[in-house]
């Protein structure tokens, strides 16, 4: 294995949290990685693939001289100048301008749909709306822990914007930790005095499994303002749907059937 690979790869390990992280995130056996970082073993053809998928890079950017890959690099992680973010934030503004007022939905929430990365399970995750400046934001966490074992295979932080237009909620968000996937939400608005549960579509793709995008039924159950945070987390994770864990009100609410006579998937106002 050259020595340019061996020094690219742990060049780009180094801009995330953990070898460990990236492992489980490419799926690599950890064992097997480190001997890439050792440089006593050349990724398969397969597993080169993935790295230059995972990490934006192509083959030979990676079998580049050192220097130079350091130089590329940091020409791609270089923060956009402030000239070139006016042009979005000025749609990001318009859109502002046009919502409605989120006061009433400010909160904690649990979160429920079905997993597209874990086939037949139910996450449930923590997610807050807050707001700063006037303008509504979102924050959601995923454990992706087994509830009997207490085992947990992953960990996702989803943070976003909010906004309220034609009487429906809009999130868009986006994985924060490796920042590699973007979330849409539709939301039906309460127009109840006390917020129960919302309902909605949201589309995306897993986080390690695939790159399949997806779309899916999910509900927001209101938890309140202030919560034990620590105790909601302990009730996040993985379930399956007859475990009695997310209540069969809440599972029949985000079953993605769909009418033979129908060609796409929505959700009816609960």
Known sequence: MSEELRHNLALLCSYHPSIAEVCRRLEIN????????????????????????????????????????EEIVALKRKPLQQEALSKPLRHLDKLYQHSQDLEKYLGYYFR?????????????????????????????????R?????????????????????????????????????????FYPSHRA????LLGIQTGGPTRRGRKPGAS????EYLG??????????????????????????ISLIENRMEPSSFVLDVDEP
């Open 30 to 69: 950890r064992q097997q990685f480190n001997k890439y970082l050792a440089g006593s073993s050349h990724p398969s053809r397969s597993n080169m693939r993935r790295i230059c998928d995972f990490f934006g890079v192509s083959e030979s950017e990676l079998l580049m001289e050192p220097q130079q890959f």
């Open 112 to 144: 429920y749909f079905y997993s597209f990365g874990n086939q037949g399970k139910i996450i449930r995750s923590l997610a807050l709306i807050y707001r700063e400046d006037n303008k509504y934001y979102w924050k959601n966490i995923e454990i992706l």
């Open 217 to 220: 039924k999910v509900a927001l």
């Open 146 to 186: 087994d509830p009997y074992t207490g085992r947990s295979s992953g960990l996702n932080k989803y943070e976003g914007i909010l906004f309220y237009l034609a009487d429906r909620l809009y999130i868009l968000e986006y994985e924060s930790i490796e920042v590699n996937t973007i979330t849409q939400a539709t």
């Open 194 to 197: 006390r917020i129960g549960i």
């Open 225 to 250: 303002r202030d919560i034990n945070v620590r105790q909601a987390l302990k009730r996040t994770g993985l379930f399956d749907p007859g475990d009695g864990a997310p209540r069969s009100e809440i």
